[in-house]
């Protein structure tokens, strides 16, 4: 049952997620967010990568209406994102839902996890008997014992409070789930199986994933497509085989040349970036990487690249993009 | 290992700490030496004991600690047997110590300076406050922080967290300990910040004649820093050798089951993990400690936990199924 959404027209061809040069602005200065485009079709698996400050948390708080955007068109299967909302919020929230970073902290400590459970089935007014009953499939899809649902959020572990946080998102029959670092604080050994879960729950509930991570080993594993943000803005786009395999933006270079790896074999030479990632409050004039990258250029301090196809279904935000064969400057 | 003789040699360590459900095993009987100027990479999961251990190096110890029994050996020295104010003596002047959160580690009323100052003082009495100054700002540079004239005279918020991590390293170096304890100290940061410190501390090694433990719970980062390697579970040690022989070829199944896990380039399929939950700290350790998640647990293993025992040069393992299990390769 997926018919939450009442489709605009034209919502068959349009994609299911699109911005359009789409700014934050804080106080008439920050730009936490400066003129990001990208689409997501149905069925997509999207990574966002980043440091703290480049604008991915935010990215996915406008994209679930939680902060309205400055400047620029969100639309959701081709409709406004605010007319979508106008229109019919908790429709919009029953088909895009949110895993929040803290799994722990976004269950409230003083309820049990069958009401916390079924608190979205009440909010959202759907039949109960009925909702009762796919808690109970998707809480043995899940792999959470029965009994879990008797317990609070502090007496189950942390892999079992991500897994009830999923459980809550998709007893809505979502289609868009945005999931933030999903797997911060996990320990290595449970992570593999929430990815697994994760990527299982994609074919079998026909999910959409926005995937925010700065964990650069998870995003690769589990998504088609890698956005890297800097800054606020989009420095990097590509299918992540490609991008793992060749950066084309020096900045993408130096992040993922970071991953360390416990096979001599498979280290990649380091590179090793100056400072830190400047305040949005002030950001460097022409590229906004400028003041960091290790091939700059006089033409990238004063005219700021725009993101450009460079084929293969990648965009690029640089002057001097990395060629694929040799990892230099072309 | 260069010197014969260990700087620290820790013998059947056990910590225990009172909860509401009853005592606790933090530490279950650690046996392990640090080796002279060598950095030591301490491994683990969450709740396996590494960051007490660090904590119990430096006994400072939170209050619901019942028991501490065995040997901390620094250079021949007891460090468990220190009445309180010896031991006071050694903190921050032999030892020192690498938090993870530089915020909440620095004073935020105080410059960056006044802190320097103060920890370089109490370790060189004699130094005056203008050569304190002085030297501070001189290992500010050699930790790789621009204007360290301007920095000084910083408070702790006005910098960054690559710089504040930063300070913390130039202060504990700067009191020239013989033994460096950093517990996770890039986990805080953004990766090319830790890319940064992490090049950072493999430049400072080469004028830092002191030892280091490095823990993580990130194995990639050890693999690439680290000369030694200690494997902890649940509280106990279960396997400890040299981080490249380790991590080519384990001999305890925990430490195969964690690289398995570790996701790597080019990798295919589904990931691998490790079933079933932590052990409990409450419970009392009748059984290979491993064994409930163990993919080759057999009836000997439930018996007892078994000790480290020698496997091959300078390496050990807890585990008495190592041999068959985990088959030594032949060397070429």
């Not at chain 1, 096979?263 to 305040?279: C, F, M, T």
């Not at chain 2, 304190?132 to 918020?157: F, N, Q």
């Not at chain 2, 398995?260 to 993990?273: F, K, P, Q, S």
Request: charged letters at 25%; glycine letters at 8%.
């Amino acid at each position: 049952m997926r018919g939450a959404a009442v489709s605009a027209p034209g919502a068959e061809r349009a994609p299911l997620i699109a911005f359009d040069d789409v700014s934050l602005v804080y106080d008439g200065k920050v730009r936490a967010l400066d003129g990001v485009s990208f689409a997501i079709e149905r069925g997509e698996i999207v990574g966002l990568v980043g440091e703290s400050g480049s604008g991915k948390t935010t990215l996915c708080r406008v994209l679930m209406g939680l902060l309205p955007a400055s400047f620029g068109r969100i639309a959701i299967a081709g409709e406004p994102l605010a007319a979508r909302l106008a229109r019919d919020p908790l429709g919009f929230r029953r088909q895009a839902q949110m895993l929040k970073q803290e799994a722990v902290a976004s269950l409230s400590p003083r309820m049990r996890i069958r009401a916390l459970a079924e608190e979205p089935l009440k909010i959202h007014r759907l039949p109960m008997t009925e909702g009762r009953a796919r808690l109970l499939r998707l809480l043995k899809r899940l792999g959470l014992p029965e009994a879990t649902l008797d317990k609070f959020p502090h007496q189950v572990s942390g892999g079992q409070a991500r897994r009830v946080a999923i459980l809550r998102a998709l007893v809505l029959e979502p289609e868009i789930i945005v999931a933030d670092e999903p797997t911060a604080g996990l320990d290595v050994s449970v992570q593999g199986e929430l990815l697994n879960l994760m990527r299982d729950l994609h074919e079998e509930f026909a999910l959409t994933y926005l995937v925010v991570s700065h964990n650069l080993n998870v995003v690769r594993r589990l998504t088609d497509r890698t956005i890297v943000m800097y800054l606020g803005q989009i420095v990097e786009e590509a299918p992540t085989r490609a991008l793992f395999e060749a950066p084309a933006h020096p900045y993408a270079a130096a992040l993922l040349s970071t991953n360390p790896s416990v096979d001599p074999a498979r280290r990649r030479e380091r590179i090793i970036l100056k400072g830190e990632i400047p305040s949005p409050v002030n950001p460097p004039s022409g590229c906004r990487f400028h003041t960091r990258c290790p091939q700059v250029a006089e033409r990238c301090k004063i005219e700021m690249p725009e993101l450009r196809e460079t084929g293969s279904g990648r965009r690029v935000r640089c002057h001097f993009p990395l060629t694929e064969s040799t990892g230099r400057t072309a | 290992m260069t010197d014969a003789s260990p700087l620290v040699s820790i013998r059947k360590l056990t910590l225990d700490a009172t909860t509401e459900s009853g005592p606790a095993h933090i530490l279950r009987g650690l046996d392990l030496e640090i080796g002279r100027g060598r950095i030591l990479g301490v491994v683990g999961e969450s709740g396996s004991g590494k960051s007490t251990l660090a904590s119990a190096l430096l006994r400072l110890l939170p209050s619901n600690v019942s028991r501490l029994d065995g040997e901390i050996r620094f250079d021949g020295i007891d460090l468990l047997a220190l009445p309180a104010n010896e031991m006071q003596a050694w903190r921050g002047v032999r030892i020192a110590m690498i938090f993870q959160d530089p915020m909440t580690a620095l004073n935020p009323l105080f410059t960056v300076g006044t802190h320097m100052v103060d920890v370089l003082r109490r370790r060189f009495p004699e130094l005056s406050r203008r050569e304190a100054l002085a030297r501070s700002e001189a290992m500010l540079v050699k930790v790789g922080i621009a204007d360290p004239h301007l920095r000084l005279k910083a408070y702790p918020h006005q910098l960054s967290g690559g710089m504040r991590q930063r300070v913390m390293i130039a202060m504990a170096l700067s009191v020239e300990p013989d033994l460096l304890l950093a517990d996770e100290p890039t986990t805080a940061l953004d990766a090319t910040v830790e890319a940064q410190i992490v090049a950072l501390f493999d430049r400072l090694r080469q004028d830092f004649s002191g030892s280091i433990v490095f823990i993580s719970h990130h194995l990639g980062l050890v693999a690439e820093l680290c000369d030694d390697l200690c494997v902890m579970y649940g509280g106990a040690i279960v396997e400890t050798g040299p981080v490249a022989e380790v991590l080519r070829a384990p001999r305890h199944p925990y430490t195969r089951a964690l690289l398995d896990c570790e996701i790597e380039d080019g990798d295919e399929g589904r990931l691998a993990t490790i079933p079933g939950e932590v052990p409990n700290p409450l419970s009392e350790l009748t059984q290979c400690i491993f064994a409930s998640r163990c993919a080759h647990t057999a009836d000997i293993c439930l018996e007892r936990h078994p000790p480290l025992v020698a496997m091959g040069q300078g390496r050990q393992a807890a585990c008495i199924r190592s041999a068959e299990v985990l088959p030594c390769e032949v060397l070429p």
